[in-house]
């Protein structure tokens, strides 16, 4: 049995007057954490590379009277990254929350792996995730504050058979996380990443159910993650209550890596 709900548990002002931006938000854990973001009063901007997944999402939630605004944007190109944060001024004039969430996998033994994957894999997750970062920094520094908050994972910790790619890049956006931390602190910006064990998404869903089974051994709470799990622990960093928060990495995993 899962211990969380789908319903949102947070104050619905939470996060009231706050822009957020979410990319990865078409679908999966994005398309959940714009949720959260929307139902504790943020304004929300959500990317992806398919337009028509990310309008589908801010229809969605426009539909519950919620302000969101889509752009279709590839994070690991830098002028797109530039136009998504251009636009997010001019739409709500400034940034308050970055959740870095987009991400890839191309899966295949380090004996196997082509150059064109690799270099696939790192740059949406670990280089997307520092154009996002670098470009929101100046916006961010001006304003004096800001929540950076960026999904890892667990496989960055523990490594993975057949996952070189993306754990070498979700390992990166540790070290990452922990030096903006750094560099930031005295801005009044907070910098802290989540590492999700197994989340039920898109992405897992092609892992063979025999793997999903032995997978569920190593986890203490016995069950899988869901997206709402993920996007409950970013609506607690981006609140006041995370506020002498950073540089951390935050695991939401069952407890499966400790
Ligand atoms: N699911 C898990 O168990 C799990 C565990 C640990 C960490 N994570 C991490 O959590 C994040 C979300 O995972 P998920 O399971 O929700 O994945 P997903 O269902 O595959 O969704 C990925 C999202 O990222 C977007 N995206 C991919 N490449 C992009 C790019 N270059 N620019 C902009 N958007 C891009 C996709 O939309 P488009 O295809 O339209 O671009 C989609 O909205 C990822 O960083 C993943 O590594 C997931």
Redesign the pocket.
Known sequence: MNTTTEECIFKSDMLSGKTAIV?????????AIARRLCETGAQVVV????LE??TQTADSLKDEGYTVHAVA????QKADVERLIEETLTNFTQIDILVN?????RDTLLMRLKDEDWEAVLQ??LT?TMYCTREVLRPMIRQKSGRIIN?????GLIGNVGQAS?AAA?AGIIGLTKTTAKEVGTRGITVNAI??????????AEIPEEFQNKLLELIPLQNF?T?ED?ADTVCFLASTAAGYITGQTFQVDGGMVM
Do not use: E, H, L
Not at 23 to 31: F, K, L, M, V
Not at 47 to 50: D, E, F, L, M, V
Not at 151 to 155: A, C, G, L, M
């Open positions: 990319t990865g938000a078409s679908r999966g854990i994005g398309a990317c992806s590379r398919s997944g990310v944007a590839d994070i690991a969430n987009a991400g890839i996998t949406t997750n997307g999904i890892s994972s667990v496989i993306y979700k590492a999700p064990g197994f989340i039920t998404t898109d992405m897992t993650g997206p993920v």
